[in-house]
C-alpha cells in the first residue's frame, strides 16, 4: 500500500518511511532512502532543515 504523509516530524518519517521525499518551497528537492537522506544530504536546504530540527 502506498501512502503520502506530510509531516515535518522527522524522527517519525526517518522511523515509518521507506522513502522519504524533502521539499523546499514547493519543490521537491531529494527522494531517497531516510538514512541516506539523513547521513549525506546532497542539497543544502536538507542539511540545514536537518540542522534546525531536533532529531
Known sequence: MTLIMVT???RFAREVGD???FMHHGKVHE???P???FAAPQT???SNFI???NL
Open 44 to 46: 543544502e536546504e536538507l
Open 35 to 37: 538514512k541516506a537522506l
Open 51 to 53: 540542522g534546525s530540527v
Open 8 to 10: 515535518h516530524e522527522m
Open 19 to 21: 522513502k522519504l521525499a
Open 31 to 33: 527522494i531517497g532512502d
